[in-house]
């Protein structure tokens, strides 16, 4: 049983780990993006906050989304005169997004996912050797 309970307990880990993936990914599309026009903020980075909870059915810890949030850093301005999102002083605010911060947080995200999927194959693999010796 407590090979089913690894099973569940890291596909709850993959379902996280897939969600901060996709935030991540809409972090790094909305990186070049301008505000559209004077006083509008830019797209601001969102950050993914994870949180333990009890699964009763599983009686077990395991992870969750607890929240997405905004990061609350200052945006980057710009200067660009000709550009109509430009204030009176000819800056334009961009996203507080840093590509390689969020390529660096991808990365360990598809590691933790990885890993999730590596404890899944290691306890089918095991299902699998107990019912072939129970069937012998």
């Known amino acids: 049983m407590d090979l089913l309970k690894s099973l569940n307990i890291s596909a709850f880990g993959l379902k996280a780990q897939g969600s901060r993936m996709r935030v991540i990914s809409e972090n790094l599309a909305n990186a070049d993006s301008e505000a559209p ?3 509008i903020d830019p797209y601001r980075r969102k950050l993914v906050t994870f949180r333990n909870h009890l699964d009763r ?3 077990a810890n395991v992870v969750g989304i607890q929240r997405v949030t905004y990061d609350k850093t200052d945006f980057e301005m710009k200067y660009d005169p ?3 999102g430009a204030d ?6 961009m996203p507080n997004v840093k590509p390689l911060i969020e390529l660096m947080d991808m990365r360990e995200a598809q590691r933790t996912y990885e890993a999730n999927l590596n404890v899944i194959e290691a ?3 095991m299902l699998l050797r107990t019912i072939e010796l129970l069937r012998t």
């Not at 009176?88 to 605010?93: E, L, S, T, V």
């Open 88 to 93: 009176a002083d000819g800056y334009i605010r």
């Open 82 to 84: 000709a550009h109509p």
């Open 123 to 125: 306890s089918r693999s």
């Open 57 to 59: 059915q599983l009686n």
């Open 37 to 39: 026009g004077p006083g």
